[in-house]
Nanobody, 120 residues
C-alpha cells in the first residue's frame, strides 16, 4: 500500500508565503508524475502544478510566476513553494502521485489534503 502524507498548510496573510510538502511511502516501484491540486469551497478540484520524474513542470495560469513545484526523487517527495499568496489561493490542497507499485501495477494515490487559508 502506498500513502501520501502532506504538510505545510496553514493561515497566511495576503502576499505571504507557504511551502507544502508531500512524501510518498510504501511499496513503490516508480513515481512518474507528482502534482498538487486544490479545491476551494463551492468549486471543482483543479490542477495547480505537476512535475514529471525528469523535472518537466506545468502550472495553472493563475499561479504562474508565484508558485514553484519541485521534487526529490530519492525521497519520493514533492514540494510546492507558494509566494505572493492571494485570498483566491485559499483552498484545500491535495497531493497526487502516479506511477507503479512494487508489483509494477498502475498506481495513483491522493493525499488527505491540507488547508491553505490566505486572509488578513
Amino acid at each position: 500500500q502506498v500513502q501520501l502524507v502532506e504538510s505545510g498548510g496553514g493561515l497566511v496573510q495576503p502576499g505571504g508565503s507557504l511551502r507544502l510538502s508531500c512524501a510518498a511511502s510504501g511499496s513503490i516501484s516508480r513515481l512518474n508524475a507528482m502534482g498538487w491540486y486544490r479545491q476551494a469551497p463551492g468549486k471543482e478540484r483543479e490542477l495547480v502544478a505537476r512535475i514529471t520524474s525528469d523535472g518537466r513542470t506545468n502550472y495553472v495560469d493563475s499561479v504562474k510566476g508565484r508558485f514553484t513545484i519541485s521534487r526529490d526523487n530519492a525521497k519520493n517527495t514533492v514540494y510546492l513553494q507558494m509566494n505572493s499568496l492571494k485570498p483566491d489561493d485559499t483552498a484545500v490542497y491535495y497531493c497526487n502521485a502516479v506511477g507503479s507499485d512494487s508489483a509494477y501495477r498502475y498506481l495513483e494515490v491522493w493525499g488527505q489534503g491540507t488547508l491553505v487559508t490566505v486572509s488578513s
